[in-house]
């Protein structure tokens, strides 16, 4: 602060006798770090004269000057000085870009970045947030997935290995309770390639976790809080590219090219695959085929029909910095999907033949526009839609185990028959307004349109409702004002309206009476979120919510390939929602600095929608929940010791019960009252360690060990009161090696997951993978 204050007072003391003189000349351009990251706040000024400015939000300057020879000199807290000789001619218009270096002694600097788990703007809003910094693991093999998993109050869970289904957990609600984003954008639509399992973490810049109440921007209808997965936006040219090859024959691949021309044009490619064999070994009951009949005690067996592929191609070319649009960006977005089926939602059964497939073909448009008509309005669009196919494939008439033995049978499929071929036409456009006047208000309108419509043919088993049409139109409109009333306090208010019309061809007593069937339903919402600063460094956040969450078109008409059931009754779920957070930040010298975080929620829901299991055929569905009350309390420490290593944990607590006393009118207290909702974990966390050693064997080169401890505690599989089984308590170590070369162009890792290889269960007791091994290659280049 010092240094800045300091720059301050000369600029601004700096001699103004210079003669006038017509300022036809200009120097331009944007000002980045050594990674490509804009850096804005920092000055760009001519030597000995009065003539400086300062980088704007997206790094860009530009100076109006009188012609002449200059040293053009650029600098700012934390970054090397550059001093740059300039010449300009009448009349001339220069453009010029500076790349800046970190200071080499800047350890607060250093400090900082790695205690703090969230990234400053996100983490000071009035909203219970974190972000994970997701730059830090772009050399590891992680997924976004993975990086979620070490957040507070966040529990990922999958049915199997890459690209098996997987539910989020966030403070106790899971499912389509958690809303994802890409940029802002819904990722309903995207597609079953586009699961936070398969993104790889190169993807993300950060991940912002807004647990509860989320911002008025993203116009949700998430009841349990949202997941913002923010990209790449670097306006110059770069290249990342990675190959990993680990255990059960598993091979990842990622590129993502950039280039800005001084013109403004801008095109960027975002390339990634996924394959696994996930022929992993798994503890499961054997079906006596012949008897019908399980053995009585589980075998240790290998997954031998779980082979599953992606491939995914994004495309975007644009304009960036032009008098009508910051950011002005055309997509395309195509991927491919294989995926074997090895059971359905209960490992009790096993398939050996059915597969599916997806394709999605998605164009996209986003546009951004600050300053629009008058100053300090901004504007932001962004929309896409999904004209992607699927295909269910279950045609075989066998019966298999998990010794992969078979018989043959009269029945044809092995759950139903089917050869299901569909399309999922999903669309989505949200637009939003802000208006910031008198410097401390702010007005924000934003309205998000969501449609789904399902059309499909059994070409095995023609049914009657293949002639029509599944369809949702799903409508959240928003208004918002904001006050900052100083630097310490800030609060926001919010009303929502929400409408939702499911429109199909189905019985809704879920028998073979079929008919046309239309719904609309529509809702008010608001809510407050306040902060306030104790101290500089020690914040307060409260914030309150009546919420409603929309049954997705999944929950409302099924997976499409039998293994999640629709169910077309669902009520939309309603909820008062409460958030309490404090954050702690200090540094006691320039070697120790911790970060504190904590957080208290409290939900109060009605016509909670919870996926329920069927014993029978192992297939899963939406049902309501009459009234369901959460309470629970999450935590993050960290502490960093300079540069050489940085150790936290987090831990998360959450007790989600049915409070409906009373059943469907009855005067009986139900059997379940006060219960746990089953399938939940309610206790749980995770311990990390990191040693970095600089200039490792060569100068600019690095290397970091890590160390990962995931807890989960036993949890119920089904009611506690029908006295369930318990899931056992699970605890798993992993380790990361990472040796970076020249600034990080080259980069090599290595890593060992579950290395006791303990057994680790997920979703009504399916089976996570074992120990496994991988390793990964990347390069980076930035100019």
Not at 166 to 191: A, C, Q, T, Y
Not at 208 to 214: L, N
Request: proline share 3%; charged share 20%.
């Amino acid at each position: 602060m010092k240094r800045h204050i300091l720059y301050s007072f000369i600029l601004f003391l700096l001699p103004l006798g210079l003669k006038a003189q017509k300022n036809d000349c200009s120097i331009s351009g944007i000002v980045r770090s050594q990674e490509g990251k804009a850096l804005h706040q920092l000055y760009v000024y001519l030597q000995n004269s009065s003539y400086f400015t300062e980088t704007a939000v997206d790094g860009s300057y530009k100076l109006s000057v009188p012609a002449g020879e200059y040293y053009i000199i650029c600098s700012g807290l934390g970054y090397e000085k550059k001093i740059v000789p300039v010449t300009l001619k009448p009349g001339q218009k220069l453009e010029y870009d500076f790349t800046l270096a970190l200071e080499p002694d800047m350890v607060f600097e250093e400090v900082e970045i790695v205690g703090k788990s969230a990234l400053q703007d996100v983490k000071e809003s009035a909203y219970n947030v974190v972000a994970v910094d997701a730059k830090a693991l772009h050399n590891t093999t992680m997924d976004v997935s993975q990086a979620l998993e070490r957040v507070s109050g966040v529990r990922v869970r999958q049915t199997g290995g890459v690209g098996s289904e997987v539910n989020l957990s966030l403070n106790g609600f899971s499912g389509r309770h958690v809303k994802f984003f890409i940029d802002g954008v819904p990722m309903e639509g995207f597609g079953s390639a586009f699961q936070i399992n398969n993104l790889p973490v190169n993807m993300a810049e950060r991940i912002e976790v807004y647990k509860g109440v989320v911002p008025i921007s993203f116009g949700s209808d998430a009841l349990g809080g949202a997941i913002n997965i923010v990209t790449n936006d670097r306006t110059n040219s770069f290249l990342d590219a990675s190959y990993s090859f680990g255990s059960f024959n598993t091979h990842k691949s990622y590129v993502n090219a950039g280039y800005t021309s001084k013109s403004g044009f801008t095109a960027n490619i975002n390339a990634f695959q996924n394959y696994s064999d996930n022929n992993y070994w798994v503890s499961a009951k054997i079906l006596d085929l012949e008897g019908n009949l399980f053995l009585p005690e589980k075998q240790r067996v290998r997954r031998f029909h779980d082979k599953y592929h992606n491939e995914t191609v994004i495309a975007k070319f644009g304009v960036v910095n032009k008098p009508f649009a910051d950011r002005l960006l055309l997509g395309f977005t195509w991927g491919n999907e294989y995926d074997e089926i090895q059971h359905p939602a209960d490992m009790s059964f096993a398939y050996g033949e059915r597969f599916k497939t997806a394709e999605t073909l998605m164009p996209s448009l986003l546009y951004t526009k600050s300053n629009l008509f008058a100053k300090n309005l901004n504007v932001s669009l962004s929309a896409n839609y999904n004209f992607g196919g699927a295909m269910n494939v279950d045609t075989a008439r066998v019966r298999y185990n998990w010794l992969g033995e078979h018989i043959e049978r009269k029945n044809r499929g092995e759950l139903a028959y089917s050869l299901y071929k569909y399309h999922n036409r999903n669309g989505a456009a949200n637009a939003n307004l802000t208006y910031t006047f008198l410097g401390k208000h702010a007005f924000t309108l934003n309205n998000v349109l969501s449609t789904f419509s399902r059309t499909g043919h059994n070409e095995a088993e023609p049914s009657p409702i293949d002639d029509y049409p599944r369809e949702t139109i799903k409508n959240v409109l928003g208004v918002g004002y904001k006050f900052d009333y100083s630097e310490k306090w800030s609060t926001s208010f919010f009303l929502k309206h929400y409408k939702n019309t499911v429109n199909t061809y189905a019985d809704p007593d879920g028998g073979s009476d079929y008919q046309n069937f239309k719904l609309t339903t529509e809702n008010d919402g608001y809510g407050v979120a306040s902060t306030y600063f104790l101290r500089e460094n020690l914040q307060l956040k409260a914030s309150y919510e009546k919420t409603y969450r929309l049954p997705t078109g999944r929950e409302l008409f099924g997976s499409g390939d039998g293994v999640e059931v629709g169910n077309v009754s669902l009520s939309p779920e309603n909820s008062d929602n409460f958030n309490l957070g404090l954050n702690y930040s200090f540094i006691i010298n320039d070697k120790h600095a911790f970060t504190v975080d904590g957080s208290f929620i409290y939900r109060n829901i009605k016509d909670y929608i919870r996926r329920e299991i069927s014993q029978t055929r192992g297939t899963a569905q939406s049902i309501n929940e009459g009234l369901v009350r959460n309470m629970g309390v999450d935590a993050e420490v960290r502490y960093s010791y300079g540069k050489l290593f940085t150790i936290g944990g987090t831990v998360a607590f959450q007790d989600i019960r049915n409070k409906l006393k009373y059943q469907n009118n009855r005067t009986v207290v139900s059997t379940t009252y006060n219960d746990r909702v089953p399938n939940v974990p309610y206790l749980y966390g995770n311990g990390d360690f990191t040693f970095f050693l600089n200039d490792a064997f060569r100068k600019g080169n690095t290397l970091s060990l890590s160390y990962n401890l995931l807890y989960v505690h036993q949890f119920y599989y089904d009611w506690p009161s029908y006295g369930g089984i318990t899931i056992p308590t699970q605890l798993s170590h992993d380790l990361y090696f990472t040796y970076g070369l020249k600034q990080g162009r080259y980069n090599l890792s290595l890593e060992c997951k579950n290395i006791l290889n303990e057994d680790l269960y997920d979703n009504y007791s399916l089976q996570r993978p074992g120990r496994s091994f991988s390793a990964k290659v990347r390069y980076f280049i930035s100019k």
